[in-house]
């Protein structure tokens, strides 16, 4: 079974400064797909970054990067200069892969709160 | 462009009655899925569809139900609501192509069982 861990509950970072969220996985799969996605208090989930499994290079979204390791099954995410709007939670999503079943099922980890403070 | 919408967004029930949560979506997408958010449990997988006419259980599918008779919609229903049903609930969609396109969610669903 997947599973998707989340080991930071809540995490400060001035603004300004980079931060970075951390994501571990497991899978048996070979094929793979990694999201992050974004819930600021208004409550929509909003996607921010993709990672797959095969990419050679780490993803880059603007001020999203994703750190991708593989052979240490982690996938944090890093926000440069942070902003008082990047103050949310932020989750981390597994897609499962092409021939478990079917249906590019996610599963989530448990989220980061990230504050960003002046 | 309404994307992904789901009514109602606020609902208040008594133990025991039943209700439909229906989400749409306007951009022809395969795959629609009905996920809960309780607090410290991140997003769990009720039941999802990979077209019109198909559903499957996910990951906590006991106390619902679901239905896809046309491709834009996805129902999900509670036959007789309990306490534990209480949470946020969100509805997703995603075209069956491309490995890289992310599920689009709508903006979710808050259901109080008193």
């Known amino acids: 079974a997947q599973k998707i861990t989340q080991t930071q509950p809540g995490m400060f970072v001035q603004e300004k400064e980079a931060v970075t969220l951390d994501c571990t996985y497991d899978?048996?799969?070979?094929?793979?797909?990694l999201f992050w996605y974004k819930q600021p208090s208004s409550g929509e989930m909003i996607f921010l970054i993709y990672?797959?499994?095969?990419?050679?290079q780490n993803a880059t979204e603007g001020r999203y990067s994703l750190n991708f390791q593989k052979a240490r099954k982690s996938a944090n995410l890093v926000i440069s200069a942070s902003q008082l709007g990047d103050s949310a939670m932020y989750f981390c999503?597994?897609?499962?892969?092409?021939?478990?079943?079917?249906?590019?099922?996610?599963?989530f980890g448990t989220g980061t709160q990230l504050k960003v403070e002046l | 462009n309404a994307g992904v919408t789901q009514t109602p967004k606020f609902r208040v029930l008594k133990t025991g009655q039943s209700m439909t949560l229906l989400c749409a979506q306007d951009?022809?997408?395969?795959?629609m899925y009905w996920y809960r958010q309780d607090p410290g449990m991140g997003l769990r997988l009720i039941h999802y569809?990979?077209?019109?006419?198909?559903?499957a259980k996910g990951e906590v599918p006991d106390g619902y139900n679901v239905s896809r008779l046309k491709k834009q919609n996805f129902l999900l229903g509670l036959e007789s609501a309990a306490p534990s049903q209480t949470s946020v609930y969100f509805c997703?969609?995603?075209?069956?192509?491309?490995?890289?396109?992310?599920?689009?969610f709508g903006d979710g669903t808050r259901l109080s069982i008193l």
């Open positions: 899978t048996s799969d070979q094929s793979y797909g």
């Open positions: 999503a597994m897609r499962e892969g092409w021939f478990t079943g079917g249906g590019n099922k996610l599963t």
């Open positions: 990672q797959g499994s095969y990419d050679e």
């Open positions: 997703a969609s995603r075209g069956a192509d491309r490995d890289r396109q992310p599920q689009h």
């Open positions: 951009m022809n997408h395969e795959y």
């Open positions: 569809s990979v077209g019109e006419g198909t559903t």
